[in-house]
């Protein structure tokens, strides 16, 4: 039974660092220059950060940035507003 007991803790331990761990911490990016809105919108689709392009898309335009992303390294918070996620990343 002890062994029973070791991988019941490996899953427990696996399982709460895939939820809420990951969730904690802020996602960090890196722009390169010349990269385009859509090459950004894919990171931060693939990085849990917005759940649609579309919505990083309509912040840009609301915020007339899409000409003033900056290229370097970005943290951006997990459940920031998509507003929010422009103005990190065009040094607002």
Known sequence: SDGQDAE?????EAGAGTS???DEYPFAVYINY????????????DG???NDKNEFYDALIAAK???????GSFVIPRGSAPADIVRILTGG
């Open 8 to 12: 019941e803790q490996l899953e427990t």
């Open 20 to 22: 809420s761990a990951v």
């Open 48 to 50: 849990g950060i917005i």
């Open 65 to 71: 940035a899409e000409r003033k992303l900056l290229a």
């Open 34 to 45: 010349g990269e385009t809105a859509a090459q950004i919108a894919q990171k931060l689709l």
